[in-house]
């Protein structure tokens, strides 16, 4: 059995231990003390795990978005958790968002420290070119239209000097992953991308 297993098993164990004490109920009388033992029903462990695992999902899938957005990824779930009530499928979404998150992780370790290279050559991210190129990856409007719509709304038509340096990130590794590096033809092939 492997650790991880062991670990679930253990904690629920202890949830169900818990759950039984607090279920424990001491009545005490002038005459004589009394303790009565009340063991939790079904129902109430049904709907600790539903909690439990409510959470968990919760948790993963709020990780999912911030790492999908980082990414240039729209990944907009819904809160599919709060509309169900069987912790054997709350268990499974769990399992499929963990899945979710270790393949954006992965994604943003090959990627990222590219992007952070071609930044490094490019210059600062409020950088302003004449020629009409702005922010860390010296991004021209018609990039700025096509990969970063969202980024030019959400900062009022800002060009990218206004972007804050992970949205800037974002729109750039959006593109990469369609395009790869050919928009940073000099930088990325001091780099050694191209």
């Known amino acids: 059995m492997s650790p991880k297993r062991r670990f679930c098993i253990l904690r629920k164990a202890l949830l169900i231990a818990v759950l039984m004490l607090a279920a424990t ?67 499974w979404i769990a399992g499929r968002l963990r899945h979710r998150n270790h393949r954006y992780m992965a994604i943003r370790h090959r990627r990222i420290p590219k992007l952070l290279c071609i930044h490094s050559h490019e210059g600062s991210w409020t950088a302003y070119n004449p020629a009409g190129y702005y922010g860390g990856f010296q991004m021209d409007w018609s990039f700025m239209r096509h990969w970063g719509a969202d980024k030019l709304h959400k ?22 992953s369609h395009i790869g590096f050919g928009p940073w033809p000099n930088t990325a092939a001091m780099c050694g991308l191209l």
């Open 155 to 176: 900062y009022g038509g800002h060009d990218a000097r206004s972007w804050s340096p992970r949205d800037q990130i974002a729109v750039a590794s959006r593109a990469a």
């Open 25 to 91: 109920v001491h009545t005490a009388s002038a005459e004589d003390t009394t303790t009565t033992t009340t063991t939790p029903t079904a129902q109430e462990l049904h709907r600790a795990a539903v909690r439990e695992w409510r959470g968990k999902v919760r948790h993963r899938r709020l990780r999912a978005q911030y790492l999908a957005a980082g990414l240039g990824i729209n990944y907009r779930p819904g809160r599919i958790e709060m509309h169900t009530r069987s912790p054997e499928y709350l268990r």
